[in-house]
């Protein structure tokens, strides 16, 4: 007997060896590194997208018609289309007109004598010329006529709002077309300074509360406890911080805020009062390594933000919807070394590099313009003449979600529903496609109402004919055919499991059987279930993981409940373990089936019905497991249950051991692959 135990023991461990050995091969390769042009699909994924963006050419001093460029920090595109460009290191301002030609140089001078930018960090030109510079380490803002002649200088205001230790450092400056002018001080957290045209300070604009983090809790709960000596190793708490802003033509402030932990809504669209109208989505790479330091709104509210880190560009639509990546840091031309300022001149995008003193010019490509238009048409409702700008996009880029998105909204317009759903599924968009099923369901079921009028009365009918023939029900007296176990016992699991355990007419063969079919539903159940309740990556199927996720846990279970059970006196041998829990699969593989034809006839709207049909299936499925645990080791319900939360309790343990050798071998395999290729190189 302990013979066939080991070799039992043997056989189950060599099969997960081996379910895991096929898992490890199954498991596809991670691409390494990044497209330069790229975009986040819905499941926050990078992916490779046509280039948006190329770069036209690059300016340096000499074609501007000045010298070197001086460690420049910021430029700013005036009504007209000249582009002023604040070459902080020289105390100059060069212009540019709207072709990027030269076309001067401002030397800014206050009383006749030529004035010394100490650090100068922002610059913009009010709609009548006047030029404003924010000088951060001279505290100061300039305003200056047209020629750089001083018109006035705004240090720190005096008021009762601004705190005794308030260091005024001003890193951009702007006006509205009121003549209000919005000055961000850097280290401040009560948002930006307002100034009146006359320099008069009128107070603080769109400051924010404390972002409520599971951090910020921790502080208050400890400050509530500890000593102020105490206090002192916590860190402190405040609220976000500006580092950059512009305006557009409607005088909506758009920001971007860093500070306490923010993860998205990095970029605010702010109204009159202050309130952000931007959906909170994340900016930037998803990741917590991002550095963005400037952004441009163009006529059309398209946002264009810069990450002074990486050195690449993102593009927004006006919702802050994502479109594409570029750019980067390197040495060829699209790239940079130290990136600071970014601007719309036209259908252009222009990018200052402060480190090279160098102005980028970016011109759009097809896909980009295509993108434009389709988005443009779509936010207006035109979805059918949005149609060509969309086919060209996916011309270029076949998996642009968004392009697929839009010609789904093409086809329901015009009534091709089942078009439309195809293209929902590539734009993995769930709620559109509910909804487009919604249509073509009800077309469907108009067709062919005759037909659904005639199965419900079958449905209806024959079952009661089939009860009135029934015979008198006969007392059972044993024998039953072990073929009528497994559907017997998920009927009636309380006798089907006593009557299977002790007439001993359990079937190893047909419990292998169940698991095979367990094997297949749960691949159709992946694969098949109807698109709004699938969550799984279906063009993504990996065969040895979902083999280790049944068949594996399954012999995993097994295993534990037997080592467990024998401590605790049951009287299950393996193999009826095996045969028991194989047998209560069996609900979860006829109904699964059923759920997964519910999901594909439902919408997303219905979902209550399918979580129903999921939950009976479970629910169903964990009572037979129970009875056939309780009846193979002829527990009580009590003992049955304590020794099923030891099983799992050691499944887990099995679990994270395997998860823990399996990293361990991953690693030596590199280890040793990463030798090889040393070795080769070096021979």
Not at 121 to 143: E, F, K, N, P, T
Not at 248 to 268: A, L, M, Y
Not at 366 to 389: C, H, V, W
Not at 629 to 651: C, D, G, M, N, P
């Amino acid at each position: 007997m302990k013979r066939t135990y080991r070799t039992i023991l043997g056989a189950a461990c060599r099969s997960l060896i081996c379910l895991a050995a096929l898992a490890a091969v199954s498991l596809p390769c991670v691409a390494q590194g990044a497209s330069r042009s790229y975009t986040y699909n819905s499941r926050e994924e990078a992916v490779p997208t046509a280039a948006p963006y190329q770069a036209e050419t690059v300016l340096y001093g000499a074609d501007m018609g000045a010298d070197a460029l001086n460690a420049p920090k910021d430029m700013f595109v005036s009504d007209e289309g000249e582009v002023y460009l604040l070459d902080s290191g020289n105390s100059r301002i060069v212009v540019l007109n709207n072709d990027l030609s030269p076309a001067r140089v401002v030397q800014p001078t206050a009383d006749g004598s030529p004035l010394t930018f100490q650090e100068a960090a922002g610059i913009s030109v009010c709609s009548d010329g006047r030029i404003l510079v924010a000088d951060r380490a001279g505290q100061a803002v300039y305003i200056l006529d047209a020629e750089g002649r001083q018109i006035r200088k705004i240090g720190k205001p005096e008021a009762a709002v601004i705190p005794e230790n308030f260091q005024f450092q001003p890193i951009k400056v702007e006006e509205d077309s009121g003549g209000i002018l919005y000055v961000l001080s850097d280290g401040s957290y009560s948002g930006a300074l307002q100034f009146e045209k006359d320099g008069v300070f009128m107070g603080f604009y769109g400051s924010e509360k404390v972002d409520l983090t599971v951090k910020v809790l921790a502080n208050y709960f400890w400050k509530n406890l500890l000593s102020d000596k105490q206090q002192e190793g916590l860190s402190r708490t405040v609220p976000v911080e500006f580092v950059s802003f512009c305006i557009d033509e409607k005088d909506f402030i758009f920001t971007i805020r860093k500070g306490n932990e923010v993860k998205n809504g990095q970029v605010r669209k702010l109204n009159a009062l202050g309130e952000n109208v931007l959906d909170a989505n994340t900016f930037g790479d998803h990741t917590d390594d991002i550095q963005l330091a400037d952004l441009a709104v163009d006529d059309d509210g398209f946002i264009t933000v810069l990450d002074s880190g990486s050195g690449r560009l993102f593009q927004y639509d006006q919702d802050g919807g994502m479109l594409y990546a570029f750019a980067g840091k390197g040495m060829q031309a699209g790239t940079f070394a130290s990136p600071c300022a970014v601007e719309n001149l036209e259908d252009r995008l222009l990018v200052l590099d402060s480190e090279r003193g160098s102005l980028t010019v970016f011109q759009p490509t097809d896909f980009a313009n295509s993108i434009r238009r389709a988005t443009l048409l779509y936010r207006d409702g035109k979805y059918q003449d949005a149609m060509e700008p969309w086919q060209e996009v996916l011309a270029l880029d076949n998996g642009y979600e968004q392009a697929n998105l839009g010609m789904g909204k093409v086809y329901e317009g015009l009534g091709e529903y089942k078009t439309a759903m195809d293209y929902y599924v590539r734009g993995n968009d769930r709620d559109l496609y509910s909804d487009a099923f919604k249509e073509y369901r009800s077309d469907f079921i108009r067709q062919y109402f005759p037909l659904f009028i005639m199965l419900i009365v079958v449905a209806v009918v024959a079952p009661i004919v089939l009860t009135a023939k029934r015979k008198k029900k006969e007392v059972y007296a044993g024998g039953r055919p072990k073929s009528k176990y497994p559907l017997y016992c998920m009927f009636h699991p309380i006798e089907g499991y006593s009557d299977l355990k002790s007439e001993k007419s359990g079937s190893f063969m047909m419990a292998n059987g169940i698991l095979l079919a367990f094997l297949v539903v749960s691949i159709l159940v992946r694969q098949l279930t109807g698109f709004p309740f699938n969550t799984n990556r279906t063009d993504q199927f990996n065969l040895g993981v979902t083999i280790c996720s049944t068949i594996g846990v399954f012999i995993a279970f097994v295993l534990c409940n037997w080592a467990v059970t024998t401590i605790f006196e049951g009287k299950g041998k393996f193999l009826e373990i095996w045969t028991f829990c194989a047998y209560a699969l069996l609900p979860y593989i006829l109904l699964m089936i059923v759920v997964v034809i519910l999901s594909n006839v439902l919408t997303g709207e219905e979902a209550a019905f399918y979580t129903m049909a999921q939950g009976i299936t479970y629910a169903w499925t964990g009572l037979a497991m129970l009875m056939a645990i309780r009846e193979v080791h002829q527990y009580s319900l009590s003992k049955t249950l304590l020794t099923l939360l030891a099983t799992f309790f050691a499944l887990l343990v099995v679990v994270v051991i395997v998860a823990i050798l399996y990293s361990v071998f991953s690693q030596f395999i590199s280890f040793i692959a990463t030798l090889v290729t040393e070795i080769t190189l070096h021979t």
